[in-house]
Each structure stands twice: as structure tokens, then as C-alpha cells.
């Protein structure tokens, strides 16, 4: 998406959530000096997400508690099935290697090495909080797409969203899904400390914004159900 349609939003969120626009540009430096740095065989084209993406239903893989068993009612081989960090490792002990994985490097950092050499396309999040863990793992990975919430860079794709699994739904409806079909999110933890519970409810408003005008529904929450639609009925948040 145009960065002048995303800023409002993303000046909106960071005044709210009290981060910094400086780190994060930072941060899409080094994530864009690192990826420069690799072998173009370690790095994935914007042609190649299109190509996964395009014209198919995608399967956004939240990793909620509920995850597991819903993927026990949907046929996985029937998706593109594009995985929020943390639910990428869900996915693998279950057979299933995503072809993409989108992720801010704070979930299950041994898994999605291990997808990214199994093929799987690792759209990795620069913001201000993980450059150190940027520099020590993106080298180990393999195809490799920078992303950023600020101004985007010649390497550093800013597809809009705030956390992992709305950028996911951002991503798949920028690269031209059909339809997408959410599977393990939860926006109502009750363990939740306040950022978290902050952090989810921008996730939950984003997903609304990225579903608005969607050929293909979002479907959210009751994921199997909506998933046997094949996403062309939305559910309540």
C-alpha cells in the first residue's frame, strides 16, 4: 500500500502504543544494510510473494491456543497458508511448512529457520524493539523479504500493519489474494497485561481496515466454519 495512505494510521498507533518512529526507521536500515549484504540466493522477490499469492485463498495462521485444532477442519493444501510468526512452528509440528511466514523474530526463531530452508518466504519486521535480533538471525535465514511499519526502503516493503498476524492479512490482500480466511487468533486474553490488550485491539481495528473492500471476506474467529466458506462469509470479531 502507498505509504501516504498508511502514515496516519501508523503515527495514530505509535502515539498510542508510545513507540518510537526513529528506532523503526533505524531499524528498516539495518534490516536493509543486512539484506543487501546476503547472497541473491538467500533473498525472495516481491514477484515471488505475488506468485504465491495471486488469485488464491490465503490461510492467515494466528498462533492462539486454538490454532491446532482448527487446522484439523480445513484442507491446508487448499491455501496459501501464510503463518504469524509464532504460529509458524505450530504449523511445522503439524507437517505443514507455510509458504510464507511473516514475523518480527520473537516466536520460534529455531522453526522458522528451519521453514525458511525448507522453502517457506520469511517476510521479516524491522521495528524499534528487535534490531539486535534482526542482525543476529536474518543472516541465517533464506528467502528473505525486509518489511517495515515506517517509510519504506528499496529492500524494506511497508505492506501496511501494525503486528504479525494483521500484516499478514495487509500483505496477502496487497498481493491480490481471492479471499482470506483467518485461522487461531484471539483478541480477548484475559491474562493480558495492558500494552498486550492495547496491542490486540489495534491488531483486531487493522484487520478491519485491511478486509475493507476485499473481493474475499475475512473470516475471523469460529476459523473452521469460515474456512469451509472459503472465506467468502465474514464473522464477527
Known amino acids: ?3 501516504e ?3 496516519p494510521l501508523y503515527l495514530e498507533i505509535i502515539r498510542d ?15 536493509s544494510g543486512i539484506i543487501s549484504g546476503m547472497p541473491s540466493s538467500k533473498i525472495a522477490s516481491i514477484r515471488r510473494l505475488e506468485e504465491l499469492v495471486r ?16 487446522l484439523e477442519l480445513v484442507q491446508p493444501d487448499d491455501f496459501c497458508i501464510i503463518a504469524a510468526d509464532g504460529a509458524a512452528a505450530v504449523l511445522m509440528n503439524q507437517g505443514i511448512v507455510p509458504h510464507i511466514i511473516v514475523t518480527d523474530l520473537d516466536g520460534d526463531v529455531k522453526a522458522e529457520i528451519e521453514a525458511s530452508q525448507r522453502g517457506a518466504v520469511m517476510v521479516v519486521h524491522g521495528h524499534g524493539d528487535n534490531i539486535p535480533i534482526i542482525s543476529s538471525i536474518v543472516p ?5 523479504v525486509g518489511s517495515t511499519q515506517a517509510v519504506p526502503l528499496a529492500n524494506v516493503h511497508n505492506f501496511g500493519g501494525f503486528t504479525d498476524g494483521d500484516r499478514c492479512v495487509f500483505l496477502a490482500r496487497e498481493l491480490g489474494a481471492s479471499a482470506i480466511v483467518l485461522i487461531g487468533f484471539d483478541f480477548s486474553d484475559p491474562h493480558d497485561t495492558p500494552p498486550k490488550i492495547n496491542s490486540r485491539a489495534w491488531a483486531r481495528n487493522l484487520i478491519l481496515v485491511g478486509r475493507a473492500g476485499d473481493p474475499g471476506a475475512v473470516g475471523v474467529g469460529g476459523g473452521a466454519g469460515a474456512a ?7 464473522q464477527p470479531i
Open 1 to 3: 500500500m502507498r505509504f
Open 5 to 7: 495512505d498508511w502514515e
Open 17 to 31: 502504543m508510545g513507540y518510537n518512529r526513529v528506532l523503526d526507521e533505524e531499524s528498516a536500515r539495518v534490516l
Open 55 to 70: 488469485d488464491r485463498d490465503v490461510l492467515v495462521c494466528g498462533n492462539a491456543p486454538t490454532l491446532k485444532g482448527e
Open 140 to 144: 541465517k535465514l533464506y528467502n528473505v
Open 228 to 234: 469451509r466458506d472459503r472465506g467468502l462469509k465474514s
